[in-house]
């Protein structure tokens, strides 16, 4: 049977803001608690997340940024801006849950696995090369998606943030590079104001970022029309030799933090379709890397949906 690499911390219970916060613990024990209760968890493979080396997070964030964070993090913790904190053990936690995302990516890429997903947080699809931000310290999926390159494991990774806010570190990170193509659908208006449609790269990167701001209220129609008519065919074009997920949750109808209307199923359906059109070129390497989802039922729930279609789709595999 095909299985799916599940990576994950379940060391992050320290990295907890002083207050209430929507970014918190009980998000990653959701989304284990519903994939070891599914039926599919027999075909799960559950590993521990190891730290990433600080040369994998200094190719993408500048040293300065890693360093502050470390700096703050060795003094007990503090606020970055308003959403985004860290306590004393934020480094390491940050550094585990980049760990996760090489991990899951590197299994992906190499064929250990029908596919993999690193359960971990904080979210990191917000922190820009030498900035955090919206509750991200380390941009987990840049980070992989530059390793699969450097390592020699990937030449193209199309990178898909399905995430209801826009990812505009990763947007940033990749804004000149024609190596990784990153594409996003996210609400608009909405946090942090960025991935307007004719936002599409500069340099060696112009034409590899694709922005499509779907309005608040959109539900699983306008988001899977939205896939089929732009997502898909540049999946298609750049023919990648990974794919990996920036998977957020929070389009959900049930989340606190925005308006779209989606079902947990919309997110089986999406990852469906995107499998089925980036399993020539893939082969069927994808990883997932887990972002934003704040309704902890919702959460859960979707993630499962997210990780059966992974499932579905290695044993799809060519």
Not at 21 to 34: D, I, N
Not at 211 to 224: A, F, R, T, V
Not at 268 to 274: F, G, I, K, N, S
Request: charge should be negative; include cysteine.
């Amino acid at each position: 049977m095909d299985r799916v690499l599940i990576v994950h911390d379940a060391g992050d219970d320290a990295h907890r803001a002083p207050h209430v916060h929507p970014e918190r613990p009980e998000r990653t024990r959701a989304v284990l608690s519903a994939l070891r209760g599914s039926t599919s968890a027999a075909a799960l493979d559950f590993e521990a997340a190891v730290a990433a080396p600080r040369a994998a997070l200094t190719r993408v964030h500048t040293a300065a940024h890693v360093a502050r964070v470390e700096r703050l993090c060795a003094a007990g913790g503090g606020w970055l801006d308003d959403d985004t904190y860290a306590t004393a053990q934020s480094f390491e936690i940050a550094s585990r849950a980049v760990g996760a995302a090489l991990r899951a990516a590197r299994a992906a890429a190499d064929g250990a696995c029908a596919a993999a997903f690193a359960v971990c947080r904080p979210p990191g699809h917000h922190a820009e090369s030498d900035r955090a931000m919206g509750f991200c310290l380390f941009d987990q999926v840049a980070i992989a998606a530059d390793d699969l390159v450097h390592s020699g494991r990937a030449a193209r990774v199309f990178v898909l943030d399905f995430d209801v806010h826009h990812g505009n570190g990763t947007q940033e990170i990749f804004w000149e590079r024609g190596d990784v193509f990153y594409a996003s659908l996210h609400q608009s208006p909405c946090y942090p104001g960025t991935g307007h449609a004719h936002e599409r790269g500069a340099g060696a990167g112009a034409g590899a970022t694709l922005d499509l701001p779907l309005p608040p209220g959109s539900g699983p129609d306008e988001w899977l029309a939205a896939l089929d008519a732009a997502v898909l065919p540049a999946i298609e074009r750049f023919a990648p030799d990974v794919l990996l997920f920036s998977a957020g949750f929070d389009a959900h109808r049930a989340d606190p933090l925005a308006e779209c209307r989606l079902e947990s199923a919309t997110f089986h359906e999406l990852t469906r379709r995107v499998l089925d059109a980036a399993r020539p070129s893939t082969r069927g390497r994808v990883a997932s890397v887990l972002e934003g989802g704040y309704d902890l039922a919702a959460l859960g729930e979707s993630a499962l949906a997210h990780v059966e279609a992974l499932l579905a789709g290695g044993a799809r595999r060519v």
